[in-house]
């Protein structure tokens, strides 16, 4: 293979400039980035080599290696992890082919334009080896994949195109070296690169090394220095991080800094966590972790290849990043380290899809998230609320796939009402507190907003009642809604599906003598819509609307129709309930119409614009909406 030359695509280019230009603060970071980079390609190998003894190549000791040259302006980074070969080393620097790279510019360019500090983004859009480019002129990459015996080369001044190479590499792993641009010489001393190792990457669980160049003079027989000895120059290799673990350290020992520095190293976010769990287990059940709770959403939460946020380490050996065995998936934002003593060392992907004891440790941490996100709603609410904001719709999705935690979710739950200002939320215990005394259900409304929902015909007879209904707003809502059949022993009822009892019993008798007076009219209405709804009857919801569509019990809502529909799902058409308000004028005027001359044409023209009004009442289009626009005009000139 000869040298080959690339050309970066238009959004990469564009990522470089911003990467390049735009990023001022914290310049530091690079390096913590690279060295994150070159633990995790030591965890790799180290994994891989469980099952394939042959990348591991010999038995040599793990290490992170710094190299800095002053006078020629240069550090290099270098690590014994798997390694890359040619297709990867495009894949995982060349290209930048990741899913996140235009959603990481359109958020670089929105924090420049506020202000804000934008080195918190880089790690968290998966970017982190670019950084250097901040200090550097020029990169190259050499690696060699461990098994493989030929090496590549990467080189790149961030500019419009990359080279890539043959090379020879006697060693396993990659060597990063930066050339550094003139007014960055600072990082290619010994003092900032060791200061730079304490303050980011002391937990790092793999000698960070350094070879430190020392001028010393002569001692004598008994140690003492000779002064006016010739000095000698000795090169000493030393290690620059304590390599503690730090989920195993006593909690009184670990300082607030070395906490968000460990978040930041295993999270690649830049921004400080929200919350953190460090527990230790004992007993019949022992593990270590350490969990974190983000401040802020990652931007691929809703993607199908996002991983989830904790790795397991056995008796301090990292085995598996993303390992989902241990937290289910709607609790994957949070972010940490769990390790067992329990588990073998030689413990392979497959044992581990039938391990009962990381069945165990999972349902004992998720216990331990369920009840510290409790602990925080009641003691420490906006900074709940913020979390909400962030993480609820994902916290959602526990409510149907983990029946066995269903009540304490519900426990974590906000909404809206028609109590609440908008932008406030109540929550189930709550809206108990505040129920009527006759009451006996929970109200609540499915929607696309609040804003529409306030408007909603469904509402009036609650509003007048002034009874409390919670608007359950986002999309998951519709999902989990029928999972929630009760909440400490109250119903959940959603107003827009079934019949609803709110009427006294003299009401009841008025709806009944309703229903015999206006029988052919509903019957008229019914026989003109057969295609599109299943009955007509006499509304005791609607207090000011002429009429309202109502789900049966059991079926699939309009607004559940249109989700899955957009899921590309064959969703056949649910024919509803149209309720009919007897006291409105214009049921009215319909009766008195149809009492005149039952084939007198207003009375079809009536029967779809009422059709037509309950369709956008609740934000559905019109079935016809030329035929209806001319309905309406004619109506005004009539």
């Given at each position: 293979m000869t040298k080959e030359t690339m050309k970066f695509k238009t959004e990469v280019n564009q990522l470089l400039d911003l990467m390049i230009n735009s990023l001022y603060s914290n310049k530091e970071i690079f390096l913590r980035e690279l060295i994150s980079n070159a633990s995790d390609a030591i965890d790799k190998v180290k994994f891989e080599g469980l099952t394939n003894k042959e990348i591991l190549e010999n038995d040599e000791a793990y290490k992170i290696k710094i190299g800095f040259n002053k006078d020629a302006n240069i550090i290099t980074i270098e690590d014994n992890g798997i390694g890359m070969n040619h297709d990867e080393i495009i894949e995982n620097i060349g290209t930048i082919a990741k899913s996140g790279t235009k959603e990481f510019i359109a958020k670089l360019k929105e924090v420049k334009e506020a202000g804000q500090n934008s080195t918190e983004l880089i790690g968290q859009f998966g970017v982190g080896f670019y950084s250097a480019f901040m200090v550097s002129d020029k990169i190259v990459v050499e690696s060699r994949k461990g098994g493989e015996k030929e090496g590549v080369k990467w080189e790149s001044t961030g500019k419009a195109d990359f080279t890539i190479e043959p090379t020879e590499k006697q060693t396993r792993g990659t060597t990063i070296t930066l050339y550094l641009k003139k007014d960055e010489e600072d990082f290619a001393s010994e003092w900032k690169i060791k200061d730079i190792v304490r303050k980011y990457s002391d937990y790092i669980s793999y000698p960070i090394c350094m070879d430190i160049e020392r001028e010393e003079k002569a001692r004598d027989n008994e140690g003492k220095i000779i002064e006016d000895s010739e000095p000698t120059i000795t090169i000493t290799e030393e290690t620059l991080n304590s390599m503690k673990a730090i989920w195993k350290k006593d909690k009184k020992d670990v300082t607030e800094e070395e906490?968000?520095?460990?978040?930041?190293?295993?999270?690649?976010?830049?921004?400080?966590?929200?919350?953190?769990?460090?527990?230790?287990?004992?007993?019949?059940?022992?593990?270590?972790?350490?969990?974190?709770?983000?401040?802020?959403?990652?931007?691929?939460?809703?993607?199908?290849?996002?991983?989830?946020?904790?790795?397991?380490?056995?008796?301090?050996?990292?085995?598996?990043?993303?390992?989902?065995?241990?937290?289910?998936?709607?609790?994957?934002?949070?972010?940490?380290?769990?390790?067992?003593?329990?588990?073998?060392?030689?413990?392979?992907?497959e044992i581990l899809q039938e391990d009962k004891l990381l069945d165990k440790i999972q349902k004992n941490l998720v216990k331990k998230v369920l009840d510290a996100l409790k602990k925080m709603k009641e003691k420490e609410y906006d900074k709940y609320l913020g979390f909400y904001k962030e993480f609820g719709k994902v916290l959602k999705e526990g409510i149907y796939t983990d029946y066995e935690n269903k009540d304490k979710l519900m426990d974590l739950l906000l909404f809206e009402s028609t109590k609440t200002e908008a932008g406030k939320y109540t929550d189930f215990a709550k809206y108990i507190e505040g129920m009527k005394e006759e009451q006996k259900e929970i109200y609540y409304i499915t929607g696309d907003s609040r804003k529409v929902l306030e408007k909603s015909p469904h509402l009036e007879k609650f509003v007048q009642k002034e009874l409390e209904v919670m608007f359950f707003i986002d999309p998951i809502d519709e999902f989990i809604s029928g999972n929630m059949m009760e909440y400490k022993e109250k119903k959940l009822k959603a107003i827009g599906k079934g019949e609803v009892d709110l009427s006294t019993e003299e009401e009841k008798k008025e709806v009944e003598e309703k229903k015999k007076e206006l029988s052919s009219i509903t019957d008229y209405i019914k026989s003109k819509l057969e295609e599109d709804i299943k009955e007509v009857r006499i509304s005791n919801r609607l207090t000011s609307s002429p009429v309202v569509l109502v789900t049966e019990e059991g079926e699939m809502t309009a607004q559940m129709e249109q989700i899955m529909r957009q899921m590309n799902q064959e969703i056949p058409k649910t024919k509803r309930i149209m309720e009919i308000n007897p006291s409105h004028p214009t049921i009215e005027k319909m009766k008195a119409i149809y009492e005149a001359d039952k084939e007198d044409g207003r009375l079809g023209d009536f029967t779809e614009l009422l059709y037509g009004l309950a369709l956008i009442a609740e934000n559905q289009p019109v079935k016809d909406p030329i035929k209806f626009n001319g309905l309406v005009a004619k109506l005004m000139l009539s």
């Open positions: 906490y968000k520095e460990f978040y930041k190293h295993i999270s690649h976010d830049y921004s400080d966590p929200l919350d953190r769990l460090h527990l230790s287990a004992e007993g019949s059940l022992e593990y270590n972790a350490l969990l974190y709770f983000p401040a802020k959403a990652p931007f691929d939460m809703f993607m199908r290849e996002a991983k989830t946020g904790v790795s397991l380490y056995v008796k301090n050996v990292f085995i598996m990043e993303d390992c989902k065995k241990l937290l289910p998936e709607y609790l994957r934002f949070v972010k940490g380290v769990v390790d067992s003593s329990d588990l073998p060392l030689n413990v392979s992907r």
